[in-house]
């Protein structure tokens, strides 16, 4: 086995091109550094120094095991430091999933707040719907999911990140497209509408049903992103009730226009991690989403 001990004593007699000047640089007899550089070349299998009355000369091999012993010294020498950082959470991986509509404006927030407190955390994002985001925490595969609820509360934690209301999206020749006024959800009686996927969407689709309520509607399609449905709206596919952040995307062919009977919860985005997760960067990534207050959206 290769030591720590062999490496620098190479390390001191290549630079040094003598091993009695390596040996008083290293603070130790000669005879005991000319064994560690013999028992070295042994265990790599290659001659790296050439005696020669002078001193000693690298030989190529010696050459390129000496640029590959400074890496390995340098590592060896950063890791206790390294070690404290990760046990701290300051250096680490952070596994993040969010769903495509927080990626419309709350996603690059909280990015650039923890990379500007956590520099040495490398976070890995994963485009993902909600329900595919819980079964990833409950895994291992994700350590935090900005997600829509419901979600299991006793095994999850979580914080509210982002709120904001519903608006219709309206093709830009439609008749309800022409008023900008917030609408009463009782116009939109007979219209045709895109509706959300039951299964994949459950959130956009249970929160959608509430509005609608009373209200005598042609559903058209199910639909899981907020971008498909936007662009359906701009072919005339039908309206759509899409969150009010949605409008930062400035589709051609679409018109917005705020409700003027908005449900009492509004759409909602959490950051949601398994409440027994020990990653020290994640825990780290929570304290600073605690800092960060909740995000009200107004179109």
Same mark, same amino acid.
């Given at each position: 086995?290769?030591?720590?001990?062999?490496?620098?004593?190479?390390?001191?007699?290549?630079?040094?091109?003598?091993?009695?000047?390596?040996?008083?640089?290293?603070?130790?007899?000669?005879?005991?550094?000319?064994?560690?550089?013999?028992?070295?070349?042994?265990?790599?299998?290659?001659?790296?120094?050439?005696?020669?009355?002078?001193?000693?000369?690298?030989?190529?091999?010696?050459? $390129?095991?000496?640029?590959?012993?400074?890496?390995?010294?340098?590592?060896?020498?950063?890791?206790? @430091?390294?070690?404290?950082?990760?046990?701290?959470?300051?250096?680490?991986?952070?596994?993040?999933?969010?769903?495509?509509?927080?990626?419309?404006?709350?996603?690059?927030?909280?990015?650039?707040?923890?990379?500007?407190?956590?520099?040495?955390?490398?976070?890995?994002?994963?485009?993902?719907?909600?329900?595919?985001?819980?079964?990833?925490?409950? *895994?291992?595969?994700?350590?935090?999911?900005?997600?829509?609820?419901?979600?299991?509360?006793?095994?999850?934690?979580?914080?509210?990140?982002?709120?904001?209301?519903?608006?219709?999206?309206?093709?830009?020749?439609?008749?309800?497209?022409?008023?900008?006024?917030?609408?009463?959800?009782?116009?939109?009686?007979?219209?045709?509408?895109?509706?959300?996927?039951?299964?994949?969407?459950?959130?956009?689709?249970?929160?959608?049903?509430? $509005?609608?309520?009373?209200?005598?509607? *042609?559903?058209?399609?199910?639909?899981?992103?907020?971008?498909?449905?936007?662009?359906?709206?701009?072919?005339?596919?039908?309206?759509?009730? $899409?969150?009010? *952040?949605?409008?930062?995307?400035?589709?051609?062919?679409?018109?917005?226009?705020?409700?003027?009977?908005?449900?009492? @919860?509004?759409?909602?985005?959490?950051? $949601?991690?398994?409440?027994?997760?020990?990653?020290?960067?994640?825990?780290?990534?929570?304290?600073?989403?605690?800092?960060?207050?909740?995000?009200?959206?107004?179109?």
């Amino acid at each position: 086995m290769i030591s720590l001990e062999q490496v620098r004593g190479f390390v001191a007699v290549a630079e040094e091109g003598h091993f009695r000047r390596a040996a008083a640089r290293l603070r130790m007899s000669q005879p005991p550094l000319s064994r560690q550089v013999r028992n070295l070349e042994r265990e790599v299998g290659a001659r790296l120094l050439d005696r020669t009355p002078r001193g000693v000369e690298l030989t190529p091999a010696g050459r $390129v095991f000496l640029a590959e012993a400074r890496r390995l010294l340098a590592l060896a020498e950063a890791a206790p @430091d390294t070690a404290r950082l990760v046990a701290d959470g300051r250096v680490g991986t952070v596994r993040i999933g969010f769903t495509a509509a927080s990626g419309f404006g709350v996603l690059g927030r909280i990015l650039n707040h923890v990379e500007a407190a956590l520099p040495g955390v490398e976070l890995v994002l994963r485009e993902m719907v909600s329900s595919a985001q819980f079964e990833d925490l409950h *895994s291992g595969r994700l350590d935090l999911a900005l997600a829509r609820p419901p979600f299991d509360a006793g095994e999850f934690d979580s914080r509210l990140v982002h709120s904001e209301p519903l608006v219709l999206a309206a093709p830009a020749d439609h008749a309800l497209a022409a008023d900008p006024a917030p609408i009463p959800v009782a116009e939109l009686n007979g219209t045709t509408l895109l509706v959300y996927a039951p299964g994949q969407a459950r959130y956009f689709a249970d929160l959608v049903a509430r $509005v609608l309520a009373g209200v005598r509607y *042609s559903p058209a399609h199910q639909l899981t992103q907020i971008h498909t449905m936007l662009a359906l709206v701009a072919a005339g596919r039908g309206l759509a009730l $899409v969150p009010a *952040s949605a409008t930062r995307l400035h589709p051609d062919g679409v018109r917005f226009r705020p409700l003027a009977d908005p449900p009492d @919860d509004p759409v909602e985005l959490y950051a $949601v991690w398994r409440r027994e997760a020990a990653n020290p960067a994640l825990l780290r990534v929570v304290e600073l989403l605690d800092m960060l207050r909740p995000e009200r959206f107004r179109s």
